[in-house]
């Protein structure tokens, strides 16, 4: 069982910066980032395994940066230059198996979620 506990959410102005932590308890593998608004779907932000290798979704490259640091069992999504539309609750979401290739941004691969951090962005 993995146990997921996120924090770092808040509001802050167009173009200022957040950065969105995650406490894990037990063993992951791949862990993510994804947020969601009413009305819409979830969607995946960045995901990255516990080798390091990450994939990112196209409306936060060159923004976002997910880290990890698995002697802490803790992830990290840093945020900069925020817009309005990444106005969302995001989720921190992990996978206990291992898997080979580019990581997804299926939330359907991820079995363990936490409970989600408010981000609001004004403009």
């Known amino acids: 069982q993995v146990q997921l506990v996120e924090s770092g959410g808040g509001w802050v102005q167009a173009g200022g910066s957040l950065r969105l932590s995650c406490a894990a308890s037990g063993y992951t593998y791949g862990m993510g980032w994804f947020r969601q608004v009413p009305g819409k779907e979830r969607e995946g932000v960045a995901v990255?395994?516990?080798?390091?290798?990450?994939n990112y979704a196209d409306s936060v490259k060159g923004r976002f940066t997910i880290s990890r640091d698995n002697a802490k069992n803790t992830l990290y999504l840093q945020m900069n230059s925020l817009k309005p539309e990444d106005t969302a609750m995001y989720y921190c979401a992990a996978d206990r198996l291992r898997f080979y290739g580019l990581p997804t941004l299926s939330q359907a691969d991820f079995p363990y979620w936490g409970q989600g951090t408010q981000v609001t962005v004004s403009s």
């Open positions: 990255i395994t516990r080798d390091g290798t990450t």
